[in-house]
T-cell receptor
Framework: GQQVMQIPQYQHVQEGEDFTTYCNSSTTLSNIQWYKQRPGGHPVFLIQLVKSGEVKKQKRLTFQFGEAKKNSSLHITATQTTDVGTYFC????????????FGQGTTLQVKP | DAGVTQSPTHLIKTRGQQVTLRCSPKSGHDTVSWYQQALGQGPQFIFQYYEEEERQRGNFPDRFSGHQFPNYSSELNVNALLLGDSALYLCASDGGYGYTFGSGTRLTVV
């Protein structure tokens, strides 16, 4: 079945350092979404990527969708303590009605 | 606020018992998905409801069943609870661009 893998599982950085998490799917995706879950909270939608090679930015966050639409990345520039949490990618294999499959997440810790 | 509402927030049940979790989606959202999130893991897809029908299902046994009502609210039922069913159960409503999750129900099976 469809699988979505994320690396690394954990990342500890010093405040101000950059952070990147990578997401790989076993199948071609129609779109990929990213979510952030704070400790004790629930996933919160960040962004959706649809097009091959698409790049989107939200302030210090940069999201990329691979050319083959099987991988994606999230890069945070100059991390802040408010960036702490677990970042999940989630992919859909077909159309906007397909089930959304989540990766296992990358947990980011930021040391002040 | 017209966010996703889940109840109860916490629940403790004994092995073998049955449980019903409830979800009211965001206003105007007609599609509801249920996820199980074990500690330290990503959300695992249970099933999705649209127009009162189960549209898609993940790899969960038949002990997990659901329902969607005409007002789009939904229930998740789990029968014959096992210790391994202890998890955070998340409901998500789909407005066509990203899911809105509820705060979840923390189920503990003892």
């Amino acid at each position: 079945g469809q699988q979505v893998m994320q690396i690394p599982q954990y990342q500890h950085v010093q405040e101000g350092e950059d952070f990147t998490t990578y997401c790989n799917s076993s199948t071609t995706l129609s779109n990929i979404q990213w979510y952030k879950q704070r400790p004790g909270g629930h996933p919160v939608f960040l962004i959706q990527l649809v097009k091959s090679g698409e790049v989107k930015k939200q302030k210090r966050l940069t999201f990329q969708f691979g050319e083959a639409k099987k991988n994606s990345s999230l890069h945070i520039t100059a991390t802040q303590t408010t960036d702490v949490g677990t970042y999940f990618c989630a992919g859909r294999r077909s159309s906007n009605t397909g089930k959304l499959i989540f990766g296992q997440g990358t947990t980011l810790q930021v040391k002040p | 606020d017209a966010g996703v509402t889940q109840s109860p927030t916490h629940l403790i049940k004994t092995r073998g018992q049955q449980v019903t979790l409830r979800c009211s989606p965001k206003s105007g959202h007609d599609t509801v998905s249920w996820y199980q999130q074990a500690l330290g893991q990503g959300p695992q897809f249970i099933f999705q409801y649209y127009e009162e029908e189960e549209r898609q299902r993940g790899n969960f046994p038949d002990r997990f069943s659901g329902h969607q009502f005409p007002n789009y609210s939904s229930e998740l039922n789990v029968n014959a609870l096992l210790l391994g069913d202890s998890a955070l159960y998340l409901c998500a409503s789909d407005g066509g661009y990203g899911y809105t999750f509820g705060s979840g129900t923390r189920l503990t099976v003892v």
